[in-house]
């Protein structure tokens, strides 16, 4: 068995039981009691089922756009079919919803196991102050009293954990400077980083004290009119980088800090081939 959590949540206690639940487990929505929130779940891997979820999709599609509709529709006796399938609330505790049961949330919200940041405002998008370790409101983004005592939660343990990682990895790439040479036909241009930061790069400068011709590769006359080409053309280039080739390791690493590249290389399409080629 494994389970999945949502993308912003918080952990506020070892939650290891839920490996003895059944596929597929979820906690009910806020929104929608007879929909399960697909921030949590529990799902035995299986290569039948994927391919009856791509099916589906292609089928049918998501009544809400997204995983939980086509999760919903996919498993669609859950509401009724089983009832020891149906995660306790605490286990999915929505941090923006609006609870009118207020008894019930101040009796049992202290026992709360995940707490799930959903919705478009995220916790970075309020304003923190680390001397009084408190949310402040300031307009942009508000919060019920319970929300902005879980913010707080998240706060915290950015603060103490996360920050000091990140600045440190800051003063890193600050310290270091870096190089990179090319050759165009004998004559080498070598780039310097300027800012770290902004990952600029100074204008290539060609060095005559590294140049070397080689006769096998071009005559004298056309070395010369290569050197001059590149030259004159220096302000015109474009320097394409190739990136180094990451190791499980240092990938594994980038995900864990929450580094991952949508658009890029963990783009879906690529995360479905791999998939694909792993199944199969």
Same mark, same amino acid.
């Given at each position: 068995?494994f389970?999945?959590f949502p993308?912003?949540?918080?952990v506020l206690?070892n939650v290891?039981?839920?490996?003895?639940?059944?596929e597929?487990?979820a906690a009910?929505d806020?929104?929608w009691?007879?929909c399960?929130?697909?921030?949590?779940f529990v799902?035995? !891997?299986?290569?039948?089922t #994927? $391919?009856?979820l791509?099916?589906f999709?292609a089928?049918? =599609?998501s009544?809400d +756009?997204?995983d939980?509709?086509?999760?919903?529709s996919f498993f669609?006796?859950?509401a009724t079919a089983?009832?020891?399938?149906?995660?306790?609330?605490?286990?999915?505790?929505s941090s923006?919803a609006?609870?009118t049961?207020?008894p019930?949330?101040?009796?049992?919200?202290?026992d709360?196991k995940?707490?799930?940041?959903?919705?478009?405002?995220? !916790?970075?998008?309020?304003? #923190? $102050?680390p001397?009084t370790?408190r949310v402040i409101?300031? =307009?942009?983004a508000? +919060?019920?009293?319970?929300?902005?005592?879980f913010l707080?939660l998240?706060?915290?343990?950015?603060?103490?954990?996360v920050l000091?990682l990140?600045e440190?990895?800051?003063k890193?790439?600050e310290?270091?400077s870096?190089?990179?040479?090319?050759?165009?036909s004998?004559v080498?241009?070598?780039l310097k980083?300027?800012?770290?930061?902004?990952?600029s790069l100074?204008m290539?400068?060609l060095?005559?004290?590294?140049c070397?011709i080689?006769?096998?590769a071009?005559?004298p006359?056309e070395?010369?009119?290569?050197?001059?080409?590149?030259?004159?053309s220096v302000?015109d280039?474009?320097?394409?980088?190739?990136?180094?080739e990451?190791?499980p390791e240092?990938e594994?690493r980038?995900w864990?800090?929450g580094?991952?590249?949508?658009?890029?290389?963990d783009?879906?399409?690529?995360?479905?081939?791999k998939l694909?080629?792993?199944?199969h």
């Open positions: 068995q389970f999945s993308t912003v949540s918080k206690c290891d039981e839920l490996f003895d639940r059944e597929f487990s009910p806020s929104g009691p007879d399960f929130n697909s921030g949590v799902f035995r !891997p299986s290569l039948k #994927y $391919n009856l791509l099916r999709a089928e049918h =599609g009544f +756009g997204g939980q509709g086509l999760l919903n669609s006796n859950w089983d009832i020891g399938k149906h995660l306790p609330f605490l286990y999915n505790l923006s609006v609870y049961y207020v019930a949330f101040n009796h049992f919200g202290r709360a995940v707490v799930h940041f959903l919705g478009a405002t995220k !916790p970075w998008n309020y304003k #923190y $102050n001397q370790k409101q300031d =307009g942009t508000s +919060g019920s009293f319970h929300q902005l005592s707080a998240w706060w915290n343990i950015y603060s103490a954990s000091p990140l440190k990895l800051q890193v790439e310290s270091e870096e190089e990179c040479k090319h050759a165009f004998g080498e241009i070598t980083k300027v800012s770290p930061v902004a990952n100074q290539p400068v060095q005559e004290q590294t070397e080689y006769p096998t071009c005559s006359d070395f010369t009119f290569k050197a001059n080409e590149v030259t004159h302000s280039l474009t320097i394409h980088f190739k990136p180094e990451s190791s240092d594994r980038k864990e800090e580094r991952i590249d949508y658009m890029g290389k783009a879906f399409e690529h995360i479905k081939r694909d080629a792993f199944l």
